[in-house]
């Protein structure tokens, strides 16, 4: 029970809400909830409470473990107002006994509350004793019309939202609050400020619906109470004795427990004789209600509270014991009705009589459809049921009663299939499955990239190796090689390669070490490049192409290495003396080749001078070559 109030206003005036950030879906006030007003949607992770059905009971108040439901509050108003000088009076709760047991005697407690500035402090003893006469009254003179209490703000709600066709059983009297706030105006002329401290959460629905001259203004819990003597450092030690503003109550101070109401005004529950029954409780004041609304049977007026007493509201404070609270309670009555005066109340009861007290609902149905059966069905087959009222009565994980119920309620968009534990897990279990699986696959995908990754390392050092290989097998050739891309951009050259193209392409070396990226149409005539270019498009070699340049003859072979994209040429100047004699030997080398196949087809001509026209020429051949290694 101890949840937060929030002071400042809530969201669209609603008494009771919730705060998203602080929800966690546990469910719990789902399971209180005996209206289905809490709506649970799918892809949104908090509840939402729907202020059209809400009673305000204030049972998922008091249940919610984060604190997640707020409630509004009215303590900042008061402060303000009773600080400004506005003159204000209390209508105290007699729930004052269970919720104060620290203070030892009442009438110190009506001092802290003067204290704090109210000119009146009134007690709501003698509204009970009123309201309960008017009722007992309404009860004894049957006219074949049975009655239910309109005592409690809940039940009142209750039956207005949910059984509006049983508005009219309702007893057409105040809340003993309200009446007591239309004597207050009789006596107080001035329009005095009306201040409810309860523990009643309900109540703050009549709030400006008792019409003027029953209106309180404002309302606070015990617990803001508590809060405000404790900053205005008022203690029990620091005032002095002070009484309740006539009228004085009775019996009315047994009004926060189970049957004192009617116990007020001498009405007693005899099992045999009397023609009503007493009940509190939600379970049971929601039975009561439901056999009074479908059974002939129950013959009785109602005399119903929605909590177990008031003495267990939600505005008390929390972690209280009910049977500690309902002894301090009967020793609170006990105590005022030693000093009750009973002439001075006879003459006030005819003073202010019931007849001013008259009072009208309004039905305002809040009823749920109900699905169609197929529907209800189908939500229940996915879940695991199979439709059995029987069988279906579910494990209440889900906050719902049964699974019937659950089904219903998924099917009018109150809340979600998630919700059901078994539907959870199922889903849970099969998505573990699908996580499994997508973790093996991810898994042997990690492998195969791990195998990729090695392989394509081993890769790059190998191409790493060959490059470095080829850059030094390229430096060792005595011609000029160079490689090239499809723009005609130098891949690779060697030394020899810019040494045949002279002192300004040396200077650009400089700039650009090995010409890398250079572009070749800035070194080769036109005439050069067209070789490259041919061999680019039809990827055929030009082999030993004799090629005049810079007034030096020079000797291109251009070949692809890669079809349509990389070129290689290999490049030498025939003007050095090793290499005219390497041509010599080649074309004397040419020559032997085709004299030998001349010898081949005139050989039987020819006869031995064909063998010594090779000798001769081998001869001259061996003279090169001995020549070439001196």
């Known amino acids: 029970m101890n949840n937060h109030i929030i002071s400042e206003s809530p969201p669209g005036n609603h008494t009771i809400w919730v705060d998203a950030a602080t929800c966690i879906l546990c469910y719990a006030c789902v399971r209180e909830c005996p209206v289905m007003a809490i709506e649970v949607k799918s892809n949104i992770d908090h509840v939402t409470i729907l202020p059209n059905r809400c009673i305000a009971c204030g049972s998922c108040y008091t249940v919610c473990p984060t604190r997640a439901v707020c409630i509004a509050s009215d303590l900042n108003q008061v402060k303000e107002t009773v600080s400004a000088g506005k003159k204000s009076c209390a209508i105290i709760d007699p729930c004052i006994s269970a919720e104060f047991p620290d203070i030892t005697d009442y009438r110190n407690f009506v001092g802290m509350i003067r204290a704090l500035g109210f000119e009146g402090v009134y007690d709501l003893s003698f509204a009970v004793d009123l309201s309960a006469q008017a009722h007992a009254a309404l009860f004894n003179d049957f006219n074949g019309k049975y009655r239910i209490s309109s005592k409690c703000p809940a039940v009142v709600s209750f039956i207005e939202k949910h059984y509006p066709q049983l508005t009219e059983n309702l007893a057409p009297i105040y809340s003993p609050a309200s009446i007591m706030a239309g004597i207050i105006r009789k006596l107080e002329p001035d329009d005095p400020y009306i201040v409810l401290i309860n523990p009643c959460l309900a109540s703050r629905l009549?709030?400006?619906?008792a019409g003027d001259q029953h209106r309180i203004?404002?309302?606070?819990?015990?617990?803001?109470?508590?809060?405000?003597?404790?900053?205005?450092?008022?203690?029990?030690?620091?005032?002095?004795?002070?009484?309740?503003n006539p009228p004085n109550g009775r019996k009315g101070a047994l009004f926060p427990l189970s049957s004192g109401f009617l116990q007020a005004a001498d009405q007693f529950e005899d099992l045999m004789e009397s023609n009503f029954f007493s009940t509190d409780g939600r379970?049971?004041?929601?039975?009561?209600?439901?056999?009074?609304s479908t059974s002939y049977d129950i013959r009785k007026h109602l005399d119903l509270?929605?909590?177990?007493?008031?003495?267990?509201?939600p505005q008390m404070s929390p972690n209280g014991h009910k049977f500690r609270r309902r002894t301090l309670a009967t020793d609170y009555a006990t105590k005022r009705f030693s000093t009750f005066d009973a002439k001075e109340w006879h003459e006030n009861l005819v003073k202010f009589s019931i007849s001013e007290i008259d009072r009208q609902f309004k039905p305002d149905n809040q009823q749920l459809r109900e699905p169609d059966e197929t529907e209800i069905n189908d939500i229940?087959?996915?879940i695991g049921k199979n439709g059995n009222r029987d069988t279906d009565r579910g494990c209440l994980a889900c906050g719902y009663k049964s699974c019937r119920e659950f089904a219903i309620a998924v099917a009018l968009g109150l809340a979600k299939a998630e919700m059901c534990h078994l539907y959870g897990t199922k889903n849970k279990q099969e998505y573990i499955k699908s996580l499994r699986s997508t973790n093996e696959q991810l898994a042997k995908a990690k492998k195969a990239l791990q195998e990729s990754e090695k392989t394509a390392l081993t890769e790059k050092q190998l191409a790493q190796e060959y490059s470095e290989t080829l850059t030094a097998v390229l430096q060792k050739i005595p011609s000029g090689v160079v490689i090239v891309n499809e723009n005609m951009r130098i891949i690779q050259a060697n030394r020899e390669?810019?040494?045949?193209?002279?002192d300004e392409i040396k200077s650009i070396d400089e700039v650009i070490p090995g010409l890398k990226g250079a572009d070749l149409r800035t070194l080769f005539p036109p005439h050069m490049l067209n070789l490259f270019t041919f061999v680019l498009q039809n990827s055929q070699d030009i082999m030993h192409k004799d090629i005049s340049m810079n007034n030096r003859l020079l000797n291109l072979s251009v070949f692809p290495i890669k079809k349509g994209s990389i070129l290689g040429a290999v490049l030498r100047d025939l003007s050095l003396p090793e290499v005219q004699k390497e041509e010599v030997i080649k074309k004397v080398t040419e020559v032997i080749d085709k004299n030998l196949e001349m010898v081949q087809k005139i050989g039987f001509l020819l006869g031995e001078g064909a063998?010594?026209?090779?000798?001769?020429?081998?001869?001259?051949?061996?003279y090169y070559r001995a020549d070439e290694t001196k």
């Open 206 to 209: 009549e709030l400006g619906e």
């Open 380 to 382: 229940l087959q996915l």
């Open 497 to 502: 390669f810019i040494e045949i193209l002279g």
């Open 305 to 313: 509270f929605y909590c177990e007493g008031c003495i267990m509201g």
């Open 217 to 244: 203004d404002a309302q606070i819990s015990f617990p803001e109470v508590r809060e405000w003597f404790s900053a205005a450092q008022i203690s029990e030690n620091s005032v002095e004795f002070s009484d309740f």
């Open 283 to 292: 379970q049971d004041m929601i039975n009561a209600i439901e056999a009074f």
């Open 611 to 622: 063998s010594d026209t090779e000798k001769m020429l081998n001869s001259i051949i061996k």
